[in-house]
C-alpha cells in the first residue's frame, strides 16, 4: 500500500415487570417491592405452605428463591414475608400497590419511554408524569418511578393489530424478539418502533404487533446463509466523494502495547494480544496483494481494547478525520462509540470477531464479518431440511435458555424447509435418558444436540449407542475435549462455523507458507480472517470505492480462501450481517465442510 503504514500505539488501559407474562396454574396476587434496585413479589407465608409449593406458585426456581431469603432453606413460618425475585419468576402475578398513597415502583428498563410505561400500567401518562417530577423531560433506565394505581394492577387488553400491514404475535415458550424478526422476516428495528417500550425480555403469552407487510421479502435463501430471505432497504447514503486517489483505512484492535511483558498479563489478556497481531499480520499480507493489484492506501493501526473513553479520543486524531474503511474496534462499547462517530465522518465500520447482531442497530454504516449464532442455526435447520428429508431427524432440547435461542432457530427454519414435525426429545435434568428409544434400527438417524453441557456430552454418545447415526452440535463441539476421537468419528460430528480452513487447499498451503516466513510464527483462524476481511473491503474500494456498502453482493474474493461474505441489512437504519456460514463434520478422523 502507498506510504508507510502509521502503528499509532495509544496507552488504555433487572427485570421489566410483564403483566402479559406466563400463565401459572393458580392466580397470584401480591404487593411488589424495588430493593437495592431489583423489584421483588411479597409473599406472606400462609399455614402449610413451603418454600418448594411457593416456588412452583410463582413459577421460579427454588434455589432463587432461597439465594433471595437468607434462612428460608432451614424452614419457613406462618406469616413470614419471602421475597420472589421478579426477574426469576414466570407466573402471572396481580400486583397489589404495597403502600396505603396507591403507588407502585417500576425500574425503567432499556428503551421504556414514559408513555410505554403509562401503557403497561394502563395509567393515564399525565398522571405517571405528575407523580414523577422531571420525568416528562426524559428517564433513564434504572430510574425508579412511581406508578399511581388504584387497588390492583390488571394486565392490559388484548393488542390489536392497529392496520391490516400489522399481525399480532403471540410469544411462544423459547421464542426471543430476534427469532421473531426472522419468522416474518422483519427486522428487530422495525418491531421495536411498532411497540414502544418493548425489551429484550419476553414472556410467554406477550403480544406484540409485527408490520408484516410494512417491507417487502427477498429472494431465497441458499443453504449457506440464513434460513430466511433478505429484504431490499435501498442504499445507504454515502456522503462525500465516492472515488478517491487514495483510501485510508485504520485497525483498532486490543494489541496491549502498554504492558511491559506478557509475564503480568492474564490467560485472557494473552489470547487478545494473539488474536490483534494475528488479525493484523494477515490483514499487512493482504495490504500487499492489493497494492500489486493497483489500490492505494495508507493504513493506521490504533491499540484499542475495551475502553469507550479511548475510542472518543481516537476519533478526535486528525488522520481519522479522513478516515475510509475502519476494522473494529472488538469490543461492544468502543465499537457503538466508534459506529455513532463514523455515521457522522462517513467511513464505514467492520466488527471483525463475533458479537451479537444487537450492534448493527441503528448503525447503517457497520457490517459484521461473523454470522450470529442464531442465524447459523437458522441455516443449519434449512441445511438439516433438505439434506436429510428421508431420515429420521431427532432434536434434543433442554431448557437452558441458551439452547433455547438455537432450538427455536433450528426449529422454525425446519419446518419452514419442510413442512413436516420434527420429533423432540427433552433432555429432563440434564439426562438424555430415552432418546436412543427414538431411533430407527434401519435407515440413518440425526440427532441435533444444539447444547455445550459437558455432562450431556459425556452421556449422549453412549445412550444413542448406534452405527447409523449423524449428529449435529455446537460450535464449541469443535474444542470440547469431553467428545472422543472415536465418537466425531463414529457419529460424522458436524456443527457450523463462520470461517473453515481447509489445510489440504493448496492456495491455503501456500499461504501459510508465506505467512511462516514473514512473521517466523503460525497462522491460526484470525490470521487467515484478517488476510481476508482486508481482501475483500480492500477490492471493495478498489472497484466501488466508499461506495462499497452499495455493493457488497457485486464483490468478487476467490483469494478469501476462509471466508465467503453474504451480506445482508439487518434493519431500514441498521448495519449488515454476514451470512454465509460452513457446516464442518469429521470423515476418517479429518474435518471437512459437508455445505458445498
Known amino acids: 500500500m502507498k506510504g508507510l503504514t502509521h502503528f499509532l500505539l495509544t496507552c488504555f488501559a433487572s427485570s421489566v415487570l410483564l403483566l402479559t407474562g406466563c400463565h401459572s396454574m393458580a392466580q397470584v ?16 407465608v400462609k399455614k402449610g405452605e413451603t418454600a418448594y409449593a411457593i416456588s412452583k406458585l410463582y413459577e421460579c426456581e427454588i434455589n432463587a428463591l432461597l439465594a433471595a431469603n437468607p434462612g428460608a432453606d432451614s424452614g419457613i413460618r406462618e406469616g413470614q414475608t419471602l421475597h420472589i425475585p421478579v426477574e426469576k419468576s414466570k407466573a402471572r402475578v396481580t400486583i397489589l400497590a404495597p403502600d396505603k398513597d396507591g403507588f407502585i415502583n417500576h425500574e425503567v428498563q432499556k428503551r421504556e419511554t414514559l408513555f410505554s410505561i403509562a401503557r403497561l400500567y394502563s395509567v393515564d401518562v399525565n398522571r405517571l408524569a405528575e407523580a414523577n417530577p422531571g420525568s416528562d423531560t426524559g428517564i433513564k433506565k434504572g430510574q425508579i418511578l412511581k406508578v399511581p394505581l388504584t387497588g390492583a394492577v390488571q394486565a392490559p387488553k388484548e393488542l390489536q393489530p392497529s392496520s391490516q400491514s400489522v399481525k399480532v404475535h403471540t410469544v411462544q415458550a423459547g421464542e426471543t424478539l430476534y427469532s421473531i424478526s426472522r419468522q416474518y422476516n422483519v427486522p428487530v428495528d422495525v418491531i421495536e418502533q411498532s411497540n414502544p417500550g418493548l425489551t429484550e425480555t419476553l414472556s410467554v403469552g406477550q403480544q406484540i404487533r409485527v408490520p408484516v407487510k410494512a417491507l417487502p421479502l427477498g429472494t431465497e435463501p441458499n443453504e449457506h446463509s440464513s434460513g430466511y430471505g433478505t429484504i431490499d432497504f435501498g442504499p445507504v447514503k454515502i456522503d462525500g466523494p465516492s472515488i478517491k486517489a487514495s483510501y485510508q483505512i485504520a485497525l483498532m484492535l486490543p494489541f496491549l502495547t502498554s504492558a511491559s511483558d506478557t509475564v503480568g498479563m492474564t490467560l485472557k489478556e494473552k489470547k487478545l494480544q494473539s488474536v490483534a497481531f494475528q488479525i493484523y499480520r494477515g490483514a499487512m499480507m493482504a ?55 463514523a455515521a457522522k ?155 473453515f480452513t481447509d489445510y489440504h487447499d493448496e492456495h491455503i498451503q501456500s499461504w501459510i507458507e508465506s505467512f511462516r516466513k514473514r512473521y517466523r510464527s503460525e497462522p491460526d ?22 461506495q462499497f456498502p452499495n455493493h457488497f453482493s457485486d464483490i468478487p474474493c476467490p483469494e478469501c480462501a476462509v471466508s465467503a461474505f453474504d451480506f445482508v441489512r ?19 478422523f479429518e474435518l471437512i465442510q459437508v455445505n458445498k
Open 345 to 499: 465522518s462517513g467511513a464505514h465500520v467492520v466488527c471483525p470477531v463475533p458479537q451479537v447482531n444487537k450492534v448493527l442497530l441503528s448503525s447503517p454504516n457497520m457490517s459484521k464479518a461473523y454470522a450470529s449464532e442464531l442465524t447459523m442455526w437458522e441455516g443449519m435447520g434449512t441445511f438439516v431440511g433438505k439434506k436429510h428429508q428421508k431420515d429420521n431427524v431427532i432434536l434434543l432440547t433442554t431448557k437452558d435458555v441458551e439452547d433455547l435461542k438455537r432450538i427455536q432457530a433450528f426449529r422454525s427454519s425446519y419446518k419452514a424447509q419442510t413442512g413436516d414435525s420434527l420429533v423432540e426429545h427433552e433432555s429432563v435434568n440434564r439426562s438424555v435418558s430415552g432418546l436412543s428409544k427414538k431411533l430407527k434400527p434401519t435407515g440413518r438417524n440425526v440427532v441435533i444436540v444444539p447444547t455445550a453441557d459437558k455432562l450431556i456430552l459425556t452421556t449422549i454418545f453412549r445412550e444413542l449407542n448406534s452405527n447409523n447415526t449423524i449428529v449435529y452440535g455446537t460450535e464449541d463441539w469443535e474444542e470440547n475435549n469431553v467428545i472422543e476421537p472415536s465418537s466425531r468419528n463414529k457419529y460424522h460430528i458436524r456443527y457450523p462455523k463462520a470461517h
Open 287 to 341: 495490504s500487499d496483494t492489493l497494492q500489486s493489484m493497483g489500490l492505494s492506501a495508507d493504513i493506521y493501526t490504533y491499540d484499542l481494547a475495551d475502553d469507550r473513553n479511548l475510542a472518543r479520543e481516537i476519533v478526535k486524531k486528525e488522520e481519522m478525520q479522513a478516515m475510509d474503511l475502519i476494522i473494529g474496534p472488538a469490543f461492544r462499547d468502543p465499537l457503538q462509540e466508534v459506529a455513532t462517530w
Open 29 to 44: 396476587t401480591a404487593p411488589m417491592e424495588v430493593i437495592e434496585g431489583k423489584s421483588y413479589y411479597l409473599h406472606t
Open 570 to 588: 439487518t434493519g431500514g437504519e441498521s448495519g449488515f450481517e454476514n451470512r454465509h456460514f460452513f457446516i464442518v463434520g469429521t470423515e476418517d
Open 525 to 546: 483462524e484470525y490470521g487467515f480472517l484478517g488476510y481476508s476481511i482486508m481482501m475483500y473491503y480492500g477490492k471493495g474500494l478498489m472497484q466501488y470505492g466508499r
